[in-house]
T-cell receptor
């Protein structure tokens, strides 16, 4: 069974204090790993797709990386508007497109 | 362009009642997905449509849950004899083709509360 574990559950940062969010996964053949951002009361918003170990993608203050067992979302010099829940999901090769999500990491950035 | 829309945004019902939740995908997207998100949890897959047909309904919890997409666009998730445990946010997503790692774009969700 595909599994995604995210840690920590919650993270509080001071504005400008860089950190990383972890996503550990077990999947029977990874087709893709996805990062989404979710604001309270809204649906998940797509950030990145990673396909293979060693791959990295960046968008503004966010950088996602992938190994064979985990993915990291690095946040550089975060701002209060980066406060949200960050969701990681995997898609298995035989999954017929469904995503398996972790519980998410709630990030709070204080000004 | 317009994103995925869902109606209603909130639905309160009584235990035992029937409810319908509607999803309007991004125009032209052939793949449509339903997920359920309980408080403090990530979204959990329910069903996936490719065009008009359900390609994977392995996530539907029991036979009280049913979904249709008769014309390959709008989809309706139907829940019979609702139970308090059905209370959650029901999310709909669509993707262009549903093939490979096609990006899934989510709607805002319908918050269902069963009293």
């Amino acid at each position: 069974e595909d599994q995604v574990t995210q840690s920590p559950e919650a993270l509080r940062l001071q504005e400008g204090e860089s950190s990383s969010l972890n996503c550990s996964y077990t999947v029977s053949g990874l087709r893709g790993l996805f990062w989404y951002r979710q604001d309270p009361g809204k649906g998940p918003e797509f950030l990145f797709t990673l396909y293979s170990a060693g791959e990295e993608k960046e968008k503004e203050r966010l950088k996602a990386t992938l190994t064979k067992k985990e993915s990291f979302l690095h946040i550089t010099a975060p701002k209060p508007e980066d406060s949200a829940t960050y969701l990681c999901a995997v898609q298995a090769s035989a999954a017929n497109s469904k995503l398996t999500f972790g519980k998410g990491i709630t990030l709070s950035v204080r000004p | 362009g317009a994103g995925v829309s869902q109606t209603p945004s909130n639905k309160v019902t009584e235990k035992g009642k029937y409810v319908e939740l509607r999803c309007d995908p991004i125009s032209g997207h052939t793949a449509l997905y339903w997920y359920r998100q309980s408080l403090g949890q990530g979204p959990e897959f329910l069903i996936y449509f490719q065009g008009t047909g359900a390609a994977d309904d392995s996530g539907l919890p029991n036979d009280r849950f049913f979904a249709v997409r008769p014309e390959g666009s709008v989809s309706t998730l139907k829940i019979q004899r609702t139970e308090r445990g059905d209370s959650a946010v029901y999310l709909c997503a669509s993707s262009s083709t549903g093939v490979g790692t096609d990006t899934q774009y989510f709607g805002p969700g319908t918050r269902l509360t069963v009293l």
